[in-house]
């Protein structure tokens, strides 16, 4: 149920592609489709590729005429590309079954935060799609970047902390008073993050990953997610009290019960927790020696999230050959967003993102800087990272982009600024256009992006996706 219209429960039609209007795109004898667009819910971009065996083109490449032999090639939308790559580890950090289960416990853990009250896994859950599922709440609706509460830039954000000082005394914030604080931007997707070159909304957690307790480089290039992972655990809104570091959170897991607040726990962790019930017996098991350390905390949980791959999902099964896995609707869906639509331009399959920072002209670029912030370049302002569509329907309850109101709100709001070419068009991208598509059509796209790149098991928490039930849940 997307505000308030059910999609996803509902056929459509049985037109295809053909009773969707389509009539295909030529290459080599007419234009194809051009456009562009980033963001959450899918726009514009240009989805003219083929190479399916049938036409001849290169997976993820459009068909050129050496392709073709003679005369155009007409593209359906439906050609196949590249499958889900493997996840790529980093030379400093490789993957070991023990680390990534170590992660697991380590990301799901309470104690990680200073009154044991919030995990990593707290704000990123996979039946919401790796965000926040609690962003819907009245509660979860922040001041924004600006830190006025009830202006236009207020957002959906994640409940964090109520403010404390370096004693652990609450201490009353200037705009929450002894309330529950909230982050600014909505949380990003933990699944299928690895393969971002650059994190968080604005990229500022960097590919070069810093052990924030000695300073020295860790990993010189593919450590985004290590990045990532230093900065909520010492942040005085999402987990911690003023002046927290990470010298004391290895203090305090170094006496800690592993999970001793969650229950439900999944039986792997479970096991190993049984089998090394202190935090310097899990770190030997995996490391060899005892010492927990900054750099073995975050280079495990990085190691768990490049498991969160959600690549069962029903358009990854069409793509492997599978001509029933997507609905009639939903293939029409597809064809649109790779040609009329114009989406893959920058959502590009088979990871659904181009890895780079767009302002869509879904929120005034005034109210949020994005990227600009990050690089001082005034041209990136309003610029977001683009978010990948996988399981994107499970996120959209909490509202989706950084913001998650207004035009965030739904994804068929976030789609329908697609629609439009933007709402807003100071320092838009350029290809951002509108999209030329009946009410049927956009219905058809809808049902695609919502449903069609949904993985079941992260829908069901069922592994990789299991977690145990946290104490802070309610």
């Not at 935060?113 to 509660?139: E, K, M, N, V």
């Not at 000695?214 to 005085?236: F, K, R, Y």
């Not at 029933?324 to 114009?342: C, H, S």
Request: glycine share 14%; aromatic share 6%.
């Amino acid at each position: 149920m997307i505000g308030g219209s059910s999609v996803g429960g509902s056929n459509l039609g049985e037109s295809g592609v053909g009773g969707s209007g389509l009539s295909g795109s030529s290459v080599g004898g007419a234009d194809s489709a051009r456009a562009g667009t980033a963001g959450e819910g899918g726009g514009a971009g240009t989805g003219a590729t083929a190479g399916d065996g049938d036409t001849g083109g290169g997976a993820g490449r459009p068909p050129d005429a050496s392709d073709a032999g003679s005369g155009p090639v007409y593209l359906t939308g439906l050609e196949k590309t590249d499958p889900y790559p493997a996840a790529v580890y980093p030379r400093e950090n490789p993957y070991s079954v023990e680390k990534a289960l170590l992660g697991k416990i380590l990301f799901l853990e309470e104690q990680l935060s200073s009154h044991d009250t919030q995990a990593c896994g707290t704000c990123h859950r996979p039946g919401a799609g790796g965000s926040d599922p609690r962003s819907g709440l009245s509660a979860s609706l922040g001041a924004g970047p600006n830190g006025v509460l009830g202006d236009a830039d207020d957002a959906r954000g994640s409940q964090g902390i109520v403010r404390c000082d370096s004693a652990g005394h609450p201490k009353p914030d200037p705009i929450y008073a002894l309330q529950v604080q909230v982050t600014p931007r909505k949380a990003p997707s933990a699944l299928d993050a690895w393969f971002f070159n650059q994190l968080f909304w604005d990229g500022r957690a960097t590919t070069s990953f810093v052990d924030p307790v000695t300073g020295v480089i860790a990993i010189e290039s593919g450590g985004a997610l290590e990045s990532q992972a230093a900065g909520p655990p010492v942040s005085d809104v999402e987990m911690s009290c003023e002046g927290y570091s990470w010298t004391a959170i290895e203090s305090k897991l170094a006496v800690a019960a592993p999970l001793k607040l969650a229950s439900q726990i999944p039986a792997a962790m479970s096991d190993a927790i049984s089998q090394h019930p202190s935090y310097p017996a899990l770190f030997e098991w995996v490391y060899g020696t005892p010492e927990v350390t900054a750099r073995r905390i975050l280079f495990a949980i990085a190691t768990y999230e490049r498991l969160l791959r959600s690549d069962q999902t029903p358009w990854d099964r069409f793509n492997a050959g599978d001509s029933d896995a997507l609905t009639p609707d939903q293939r029409a869906g597809l064809a649109l967003f790779n040609l009329n639509a114009r989406c893959s331009t920058c959502h590009v399959p088979p990871l659904f993102t181009d890895n780079k920072f767009h302002n869509i002209g879904a929120q005034a670029p005034n109210l949020d800087g994005g990227r600009s912030a990050i690089s001082g370049d005034t041209a990136d302002l309003g610029k977001m990272k683009t978010a990948g569509l996988r399981n994107v329907g499970l996120r959209a309850p909490g509202g989706l982009l950084h913001f998650g109101t207004g035009s965030g709100a739904t994804l068929r709001s976030v789609l329908d600024v697609y629609r439009q070419g933007g709402i807003y068009h100071e320092n838009t991208d350029p290809d951002i256009q509108s999209m030329i598509l009946t009410d049927y059509e956009f219905e058809q796209l809808l049902e695609f992006v919502q449903n069609g790149l949904t993985d079941p098991r992260a829908a069901a928490e069922l592994p990789p996706f299991d977690r145990p039930r946290l104490g802070s849940e309610h």
